[in-house]
Nanobody, 122 residues
Framework: QVQLVESGGGLVQAGGSLRLSCAAS????????MGWYRQAPGKQRELVAR???????NYADSVKGRFTISRHNAKNTVYLQMNSLKPEDTAVYYC????????????????WGQGTQVTVSS
């Protein structure tokens, strides 16, 4: 069994910063790509940032230059540093990871965190 535990969400004023963390735990053999998604009221869930095990990254155009994704492979943890936050960034943020689980099959499964609320006031 594998789970993703998120932390770091909260309420912040426009122009402020937050750092989200997501740690995977359980019967993990290895983790491939990890990423952050968000869903604002009335909108579809969208990709915010993604990072491969080797460190290659990609970002949504709306957050380029403001957000930075990183990971600590030995700790099975991914981070999202969010600077210069805007009210438009208000959403529920979800952690995602492609994980090879230590079972008899050792196949890749897609896992999601429970989501954490980020609210940016003007």
């Amino acid at each position: 069994q594998v789970q993703l535990v998120e932390s770091g969400g909260g309420l912040v004023q426009a122009g402020g910063s937050l750092r989200l963390s997501c740690a995977a735990s359980g019967s993990i053999f290895s983790i491939n790509a990890m990423g952050w998604y968000r869903q604002a009221p009335g909108k579809q869930r969208e990709l915010v940032a993604r990072i491969t095990r080797g460190g290659a990254t990609n970002y949504a155009d709306s957050v380029k230059g403001r957000f930075t994704i990183s990971r600590h492979n030995a700790k099975n943890t991914v981070y999202l540093q969010m600077n210069s936050l805007k009210p438009e960034d208000t959403a529920v943020y979800y952690c995602n990871a492609d994980i090879v689980v230590r079972t008899t099959t050792y196949m890749v499964d897609d896992y999601w965190g429970q989501g954490t609320q980020v609210t940016v006031s003007s």
